[in-house]
């Protein structure tokens, strides 16, 4: 409902039209819709595991419980975790988030510094078939990731990686051509006149990239450092076949694993669940932290 000011200085209250009415009703449907597994999942790690199959149309916790939480904690015996509903089944889960963190931020660390020199290399430096280099690397935007698995996984074993950190970081280390992309979209805008200025002041290439360009590059390197983030910490397929070993295990091959040992054949839904949720706290925390920044750094990469 708009508010609009009279002549007379009286508040006059304009009703909304009838498509503007319909348009909210639509989008309130779509966000319920969209949030409506999520709040499935914390309803079921807060429901007591016997209770699930007894009462599965009530959208409340069935019999309200924190236990499920504290077993993924390890803060329950297993024969505490039994009494209480559960299967008895554990997760080291502060080990696994060790190995998830160190996974995925050596990822991060490394996509961020190596695509920012490839694609600063191709926005100024002027050599040899220099665009068409370029389009042949992002034309690898195409081939997907599935093809590369066998060929890396040969790679890996070859060299002696498997079950280790090393093993599942370094075929995504280096770059990917996405990330070249992005942030070469955004230097082509920098002014280059500040470059050559520095230039002339005796700053080497290598310097006027560190003490000028990236501080200028901020909010892409943030919005870059999110994606690569979530995406490498939801990756399970890769540090599954490569990471098979508990000492290197991630957390969502754990969870993984852990809904397939339940002994009595049906997994242990709210333990899982419970797993899940204390999973994606860290990417929710990134986001509300710093999903402000990567919304409004889109507009200086060119993706509309």
């Known amino acids: 409902m708009s508010v609009q000011t009279g ?39 807060l429901s007591n595991p016997r209770q699930l199959f007894v ?12 236990n499920n939480y504290a077993r993924v904690l390890g803060m329950m015996s297993t ?5 209480a509903g559960g299967s008895g089944q554990t997760i080291n889960f502060l080990l696994y988030l060790r190995n998830s963190l160190i ?23 002027n050599f040899p078939l220099r665009d068409k280099i370029f389009t042949l690397y992002i034309a690898a935007l195409m081939i997907p990731a599935v093809v590369m698995l066998i060929p890396n996984f040969v790679l890996i074993r070859t060299l002696g990686w498997l079950n ?4 599942i ?13 992005f942030f070469r979209q955004f230097f082509l805008g920098i002014n280059r006149e500040i470059e050559e200025s520095a230039k002339l002041d005796g700053a080497s290439l290598f310097g006027i990239f560190i003490k000028i360009v990236v501080p200028m590059s901020v909010p892409p390197i943030t919005t870059l450092a999110i994606l690569a983030f979530l995406s490498h910490w939801n990756d399970y397929l890769w540090p599954l076949l490569i990471g098979k070993d508990e000492s290197v295990r991630v957390l969502t091959v754990a969870l993984g694993i ?18 899940a949720v204390v999973s994606m706290v860290p990417t929710l925390l990134l986001y509300f932290l710093a999903g402000r920044k990567a919304i409004d750094s889109i507009q200086f990469s060119g993706i509309k």
Do not use: C, H, K
Not at 104 to 124: D, K, W
């Open 79 to 83: 024969s505490e975790a039994v009494a």
């Open 164 to 167: 280790t950190f090393q093993g």
């Open 7 to 45: 002549s007379m200085g009286r508040i006059r209250f304009r009703r909304p039209s009838a498509g503007r009415i319909v348009a909210w009703i639509v989008l309130g449907l779509l966000i319920i819709i969209t949030l409506f597994p999520f709040w499935w999942i914390v309803r079921t790690s």
């Open 258 to 275: 852990f809904r397939t040992q339940t002994p009595q054949g049906a997994p242990d839904f709210a333990g899982l669940m419970a797993g």
């Open 169 to 181: 970081i370094a075929p995504a280390f280096l770059m990917t051509p996405f990330s070249v992309f």
């Open 55 to 66: 009462d599965t149309t009530s959208m409340l916790p069935a019999r309200f419980t924190l």
């Open 103 to 125: 996974v995925t931020t050596s990822l991060v660390i490394g996509q961020i510094s190596f695509s920012a020199l490839a694609a600063y290399a191709f926005a100024r430096l």
